[in-house]
């Protein structure tokens, strides 16, 4: 909200649902976590860090990895590389103060990506990106002479389409049942295991953090975790493991407008 608008600070009503997410939302994602012995990712914008470093230690502490998120959770659609770049600095240098570590995989704010920013997150040292939708299996995306991990994602399973309404911010009204979430994701989780595909949620602690909400995420987990022919772990090891095949990197080439 604060990246869209400084003045959303003058929302305390508004300010509240978000604090939800580190104040009650992430405590209770570490103890669903804890219960099935698995460990997941965090993308952690840089400001939510400097706001709630306590929160943010407690995740590490947790066994789990911190990713980069921005700083204000700023859009990058459109920026320039080197608008984009100071973004990605302030981020890291927040991050690696509260959290002691330096990230090396990467989410776009919105999942959006520029051209240029490949280069920008090469260039930084990440390892990994996660914010593409090409394909159900992680792949290499090659960056000039080098290479990112990327763990691709899509929109159904992400929480936000799901659950997010935020008045005169975002949201159409419609808040989803945790039931229905809850069925869609187990179908598409289904779907994706015989071909060996990458299930990769999307969880907004001050959104997935409510109870219901939550109940229905560990359902999702439980299932997943029962079944001996899949991998539950943080996209780091997803993105160790890929780079460990030797896959040869491969382009996304940028339509040109003179060909439209």
């Known amino acids: 909200m604060l990246a869209v608008d400084h003045a959303h600070a003058n929302r305390m009503s508004a300010i509240s649902h978000q604090a939800y997410g580190p104040l009650v939302g992430v405590p209770r994602i570490l103890a669903i976590l804890a219960r099935h012995e698995i460990t997941s990712t965090f993308f952690v914008p840089g400001y939510t860090a400097l706001r709630y470093p306590d929160v943010v230690r407690s995740i590490v502490d947790g066994g789990h990895e911190i990713a980069h998120h921005g700083y204000l959770h700023e859009a990058m659609a459109g920026l320039s590389a080197a608008e984009e ?3 990605l600095d302030r981020g890291l240098e927040a991050l690696e103060k509260v959290a002691g570590v330096r990230p090396v995989g990467y989410r776009a704010p919105m999942w959006e990506l520029n051209w240029h920013s490949p280069k920008l997150l090469s260039d930084r040292g990440f390892f990994y990106d996660s914010s593409l939708m090409d394909a159900d299996h992680p792949y ?3 960056v000039g002479a080098t290479s990112l991990v990327e763990i691709p994602i899509q929109w159904a399973l992400d929480d936000w ?3 997010c309404f935020i008045p005169d911010f975002s949201g159409t ?3 989803e049942s945790p039931a229905k979430v809850e069925e869609m994701w187990r179908l598409e989780f289904d779907a994706q295991r015989p071909d060996g595909g990458c299930f990769v949620l999307t969880n907004h602690p001050f959104l997935t953090g409510r109870p219901s909400r939550a109940a229905a995420l560990e359902n999702v987990i439980a299932h997943a975790c029962s079944l001996d022919d899949v991998w539950v772990t943080h996209l780091g090891a997803i ?7 030797g896959l040869t990197p491969r382009s996304i080439e940028r339509p040109d407008p003179a060909d439209f």
């Open 161 to 163: 389409e799901q659950y």
């Open 173 to 175: 009204g419609l808040i």
């Open 239 to 245: 993105a160790e493991h890929v780079r460990g095949l």
């Open 140 to 142: 290499e995306l090659a």
């Open 85 to 87: 770049a100071a973004i």
